[in-house]
Nanobody
Framework: VQLVESGGGSVQAGGSLRISCVASEYTTSLNLMGWFRQVPGKEREGVASISAYGITTYADSVKGRFTISQDVSERTLYLQMNSLKPEDSAMYYC???????????????????????WGQGTQVTVSS
């Protein structure tokens, strides 16, 4: 599975940005699609995930500000980011687990070890 992110850029604090990820394959079987982010010198962290059935999970740091969604017909994953803060600045990566036998518990849906396929990332920079 190839994943290609787009839509990153620079925005002022309080602004909004939507990033996208187009997948070469998009399954309707049980799986997770997710967004992760990483800043230099820090570990990559999970931001949000969505299951094939639309079950969403968010990191506490983005709840109420970010919305993950998907368009299966377009094989596209989105992340709408509102009320952006400078600490949201990072490289954002799209990832997918591939087919799963069962959905992980909520506390595990942003665990990187579930995700097999990764995109190259798109940079988001939020200035104060």
């Amino acid at each position: 599975v190839q994943l290609v992110e787009s839509g990153g850029g620079s925005v002022q604090a309080g602004g909004s940005l939507r990033i996208s990820c187009v997948a070469s394959e998009y399954t309707t079987s049980l799986n997770l699609m997710g967004w992760f982010r990483q800043v230099p010198g820090k570990e990559r962290e999970g931001v949000a995930s969505i299951s094939a059935y639309g079950i969403t999970t968010y990191a506490d740091s983005v709840k109420g500000r970010f919305t993950i969604s998907q368009d299966v017909s377009e094989r596209t994953l989105y992340l709408q980011m509102n009320s952006l803060k400078p600490e949201d600045s990072a490289m954002y990566y799209c990832a997918t687990t591939g087919r799963l036998l069962k959905l992980p518990t909520a506390s595990r849906r942003l665990a990187q070890d579930y995700y097999k396929y990764w995109g190259q990332g798109t940079q988001v920079t939020v200035s104060s």
